[in-house]
């Protein structure tokens, strides 16, 4: 596939600059602080959306990854006195080893079975964490000011971190993609539909469910290393919030899971909902209501998500969107 | 060593209510293959509930059987909104639809109960069983969930309808063809597993603090003790309660209160992988 | 004689107290259009699924072209070149015709890329009769359909054997007539095939030989008409009067 010339690269690659310089050429960190969410929100959905929408395996827990990304990469760098990027890049190759070997494990529970597993291990971990005390057990993690100081300085470093993370976000769209359009994304999709016909088809379901489990830890961890360096901290709760991981999912069948963009509208598209939500009056108690009625609705109405309508709308867009 | 069995008997009490609210989820996956994930919200429903009808004048335990009926009434409309419509849809719209309940459940009682902890201050007097201290609020809620246990097999075993939600937990075709309308029993059956989740809810408000969250880790528990009898299978689950029960009991005094979460999760998933029908066999 | 491209031998699969398949020993010779027959619950689909990978056997042995498969994954059969259809059919419904057998193309014997496996999925498709068909959701097809998809995703693994699980049920005269031809079509392109079939004119005028189970048992094996002619075989067909006609007729 000759990547350069297909017209949805560029739009990817279009988006990620939008990113990048919409907040950076004013130096509006306002702006920055709202993107900085967005951008996290896409990782997360569109590395869900490997699972959930192209192998079928819903993963309950999928922020594991990003809180064991957070932990790994505070601990090097607060603890050990590591610098960011090869801080980052071990916890995201930690977690990706990690889940490659658990993956081996659960991935034999299909179905409701697999959900239940993944919440277990979410929660395990968290709870592990939280009495962990090498790592701060409940307490968490601080960074010392000094962390900052290799980057320029908190201020520099902070505007770094979020074109570190808005590159992830790009990265990660173009993992969506390349794996989308390639060989082992067309035997996950066969897993999806009918996984003991894809392997009499000749499909290595369970290596290629692990691969893919494998595969969806990595970037999400290395976005939860970069986000909490950025925070300066990091808590169990925060680390491995389960709702967070459930608002994932909310994202992915908003935008219409198994598609690409699906997963990166639909995570766009909660967050300034949420975030409307909680800066309109008497309404900020209710967001978790909202988007609770928001994702019933879809369920029972528009199960292909906002992807499915407009393909249903206009069929020809099948062809540019993915 | 007598510190230990008590401890252990304590365990031991409170895990049959753990196991009352596992049936609950347990009986509903059996009937229709729907993992409920607004247990936990219910559970915390359950809660409120009794707190509500106890600061309204009445007794918790008179107020246990009101909680029931709400439960029953409240599962019904939950099974007709959320899972009704999609009851043949694949696993996941089940899973996403119960969970869409759970937060709006959770919502609306965040902003009407905010996340700060309450209780349902009644009078309650210990008691000296064979040399062992125990309140007497855990001896009732125990005694409690196996009376309402006991109930549920005679409502499963001896009356038709209860026969009926059995035909239709066993083959819902088959069913269907013999003449049972397989909606109403299934809306009864989400009912019921509703009602027993918020019973075990109001049984734990008469021990135990309690939020409008805290529901979440009774709801892990549910899925550990069910998973642990076998999904699907009323008595395995109140086993599976049983038995977390007695493992809380027992390490107790030797841990950390906070690690045996991680003990049961850790349990939870290897049984997960290892039996998946569970200890005492269930369905798939 | 040709080659022995499959060798069952001594398979035996208990599920529970129950015998399956119960001691079954047969060969198979290159190019040869095997028929497996026998009443319903006969063990004959489970045989399939002990050939190509879906369940372990309890005892006995598969070998293909002299190599032990016993026990392989399903993937890895069909990486060997033996290839399967289903009874009931499983058409992966939201992913295109075309998709379908782009799978079997991708992941099969010839392990190829994107690229060849869409080429040998088209000419596959136009072979089967399913050109026109291409773009469609394979879920949108009807019953007749669905099953030459079944036997395209079987062929575009570019297989030795193909194992064809009544491919004919349930379709109509005209239909049954034009998966015939398939089948022969298969054949005269030097792959050799084992089929479970109920239509027996059909498998009588395919078949080289048959063999026919019983209980999990091998009840006979044959030409054909010596097989229609076995006493064996009719009785254990008279629980089943309507096959025991169609065999006697046929005898007449």
Redesign the interface.
């Known amino acids: 596939m000759k990547l350069f010339a297909r017209p949805f690269f560029w739009l990817i690659v279009a988006v990620t600059l939008l990113y990048a310089l919409l907040p950076t050429l004013g130096q509006n960190v306002t702006l920055r602080e709202t993107l900085v969410l967005s951008a996290i929100y896409i990782i997360l959905a569109a590395n869900l959306n490997l699972m959930i929408g192209y192998t079928g395996y819903v993963n309950f827990g999928s922020i594991v990854f990003f809180g064991l990304g957070g932990y790994l990469t505070l601990w090097l760098v607060g603890g050990h006195h590591w610098g960011l990027y090869p801080a980052v890049l071990l916890a995201g190759a930690v977690t990706s080893l990690l889940a490659f070997l658990l993956g081996i494990g659960v991935l034999r529970l299909r179905g409701a079975y697999f959900a239940l597993a993944t919440i277990g291990i979410n929660e395990a971990v968290k709870d592990f964490v939280a009495n962990f005390d090498p790592w701060g057990g409940a307490e968490g993690i601080f960074l010392p000011f000094t962390a900052f100081k290799a980057m320029g300085g908190p201020g520099k470093a902070l505007w770094t971190v979020y074109l570190l993370i808005v590159l992830v976000m790009g990265l990660s769209l173009l993992v969506a993609y390349l794996v989308k359009r390639s060989k082992f994304g067309l035997g996950l999709f066969a897993i999806r539909e009918d996984e003991d016909a894809a392997m009499v088809l000749g499909v290595k379901a369970p290596l290629f469910k692990t691969l893919v489990y494998s595969l969806s830890a990595f970037l999400p961890a290395v976005a939860g290393g970069l986000y909490f360096f950025k925070n300066g901290s990091i808590i169990p709760d925060e680390a491995f919030n389960l709702h967070l991981s459930i608002e994932a999912i909310v994202m992915v069948m908003l935008g219409g899971q198994g598609t690409v963009t699906g997963a990166a509208v639909g995570a766009a598209l909660y967050e300034r909902l949420r975030g409307l939500l909680l800066t309109i009056p008497g309404l900020s108690n209710f967001h978790l209501v909202i988007a609770g009625v928001l994702l019933l609705l879809i369920i029972l109405f528009a199960p292909g998500g906002l992807m499915g309508w407009l393909y249903r709308a206009w069929p020809r867009l099948r062809r540019v969107l993915e | 060593m007598p510190e230990i069995l008590a401890s252990v008997l304590d365990g031991l009490l409170i895990g049959l209510v753990y196991g009352l609210a596992a049936i609950g989820l347990t009986l509903i996956f059996g009937v229709m293959d729907v993992v409920n994930l607004a247990h936990g919200a219910v559970i915390a429903l359950g809660m409120f509930a009794v707190y509500l009808l106890f600061g309204a004048g009445l007794h918790p335990y008179l107020g246990l059987f009101v909680v029931a009926l709400i439960g029953l009434a409240f599962g019904v409309v939950v099974y007709l909104v959320a899972v009704r419509p999609i009851i043949n849809a694949p696993p996941l719209m089940t899973l996403l639809s119960t969970f869409s309940v759970s937060m709006i459940i959770i919502g609306v009682g965040t902003a009407v109960w905010s996340t700060s902890p309450y209780n349902v201050n009644f009078p309650v007097t210990t008691l000296r069983i064979l040399g062992y201290t125990v309140t007497s609020a855990r001896l009732v809620a125990a005694l409690a969930a196996v009376l309402v246990t006991g109930f549920l097999y005679y409502f499963l075993y001896r009356t038709t309808l209860g026969k009926a939600v059995r035909a239709v937990a066993n083959n819902r075709e088959a069913a269907e063809l013999m003449g049972i309308p397989s909606q109403q029993i299934l809306a009864i059956s989400f009912g019921i597993g509703t009602a027993l989740a918020m019973l075990s809810g109001a049984l734990i408000a008469t021990l135990f603090p309690f939020t409008i969250l805290s529901g979440g880790i009774y709801e892990l528990k549910s899925f550990v003790a069910s998973v642990l009898g076998g999904l699907g299978n009323p008595t395995g689950a109140l086993f599976g309660g049983v038995i977390l029960g007695l493992i809380e009991g027992s390490v107790a005094p030797f841990i950390k209160i906070s690690w045996t979460n991680v003990i049961e999760f850790v349990i939870f998933v290897l049984i997960l992988l290892f039996f998946p029908t569970g200890l005492f066999g269930g369905r798939r | 004689m040709s080659r022995v491209i499959l060798e069952v031998d001594h398979l035996t699969k208990a599920f529970g107290g129950l015998l399956a398949v119960n001691d079954v020993s047969f060969q198979m010779y290159e190019g040869e259009i095997l028929g497996l027959i026998g009443p319903n619950g006969a063990g004959k689909t489970t045989l399939f699924n002990l050939v ?1 990978g ?1 369940y372990k056997p309890t005892r006995g042995h598969v070998r293909f072209l002299s190599q032990e498969i016993t026990g392989l ?3 890895e059969v ?2 060997r070149g033996l290839a ?1 259809t ?1 009874q009931i059919v ?6 295109t015709v075309l ?1 379908n057998v ?3 193309a ?3 014997a010839e392990n190829l ?2 690229e060849p ?1 869409a080429r040998v999925a088209e000419e596959v498709l136009a072979f089967v009769g399913l050109a026109e068909y291409r773009d469609t959701l394979a879920g949108k097809l009807n019953l007749a359909l669905k099953k030459r998809l079944e036997v395209a ?1 079987a062929l575009a ?1 570019r297989p030795k054997l193909l194992l064809l699980d009544e491919v004919l049920a349930g379709l109509n005269p005209a239909e049954v007539e034009r998966m015939l031809g398939v089948i022969r079509r298969i054949r005269e392109q030097g792959i050799s095939i084992l089929m479970i079939e109920h239509i027996m004119q059909a498998i009588m005028s395919l078949s080289d030989r048959v063999v026919v189970l019983n209980f999990g048992q091998k009840l006979a094996e044959g030409k054909p008409e010596e097989v229609a002619s076995d006493p064996r075989v009719i009785e254990a067909y008279l629980g089943d009067p309507e096959m025991a006609k169609k065999i006697l007729e046929e005898e007449a």
């Open positions: 190509n879906v994954p399903p993937y069909v990486k399967r289903h499983r058409p992966l419904n939201e992913m998709e782009v799978v079997g991708c992941f099969g890329g994107l496996a995703r693994a």
